[in-house]
């Protein structure tokens, strides 16, 4: 079975800090990993996905996430934090051939001005 | 066109009610999904479409019903809904399966009352 934890569900930053939000997961089998943004009243959107080519992976508005088989996380960055990151963030996990994405508790992103 | 559509963005009816949530894809996907998501919860699954036959049923009530009348649209029919059915309903598709990237529609938001 699948599962991912999102450490921390309330993040806190200064503009212009950096942006460090945790996903560790668990899997039997090599996993995907997802990063989705939902901003209040709206659906999800994909801001990167790891399937297993380049363990680095960039995404949308700036933001990357980079595959640790040995620590089983995929922790999502940013250098700079901008006010419009203000969100909440989904870490996600699937497998090939699977019947499920698996998603994290999330975890809200303020962003200080 | 990378968008997923759904109507009504509101939608308020009362637990006697028959009212249907509808979904519409252009991009040629194959693979499309029903999730509920609850304030500050992450969304769950909750119907897929595969090649316009339901594949996957997640112990859902019957008092929600998927239809898929061809590739590109989806709908759930509900009917006898109960107040705890109120959240947030979000479309989503993908070329494939659930391992390939989602992409997700604005969401329904559902008040029962």
């Known amino acids: 079975a699948q599962s991912v934890t999102q450490l921390g569900s309330h993040v806190s930053v200064s503009e212009g800090a950096l942006v460090l939000l945790r996903c560790n997961y668990s899997?039997?089998?090599?996993?995907?990993l997802f990063w989705y943004v939902q901003y209040p009243n709206q659906g999800l959107q994909l801001l990167l996905k790891y399937t297993s080519a380049a363990t680095l992976v960039k995404g949308i508005n700036g933001f990357e996430a980079e595959f640790k088989k040995s620590e089983t996380s995929f922790h999502l960055t940013k250098p700079s934090a901008h006010m419009s990151d203000a969100a909440e963030y989904f870490c996600a996990v699937s497998v090939p051939g699977a019947n499920n994405l698996f998603f994290g508790t999330g975890t809200r992103l303020t962003v200080i001005p | 066109d990378t968008e997923v559509t759904q109507t009504p963005k509101h939608l308020v009816m009362g637990m006697t009610n028959k009212k249907s949530l509808k979904c519409e894809q252009h991009m040629g996907h194959r693979a499309m999904y029903w999730y509920k998501q609850k304030a500050k919860k992450p969304p769950e699954l909750m119907f897929v479409y595969s090649y316009e036959k339901l594949s996957i049923n997640e112990s859902v009530p019957s008092r929600f019903s998927p239809e898929c009348p061809n590739s590109s649209l989806l709908n759930l029919h509900l009917h006898a809904l109960q107040p705890e059915d109120s959240a947030l309903y979000l479309c989503?598709?993908?070329?494939?399966?659930?391992?390939?990237?989602?992409?997700f529609g604005p969401g329904t938001r559902l008040t029962v009352l």
């Open positions: 899997s039997s089998v090599p996993p995907y």
């Open positions: 989503a598709s993908s070329q494939e399966g659930l391992s390939d990237t989602q992409y």
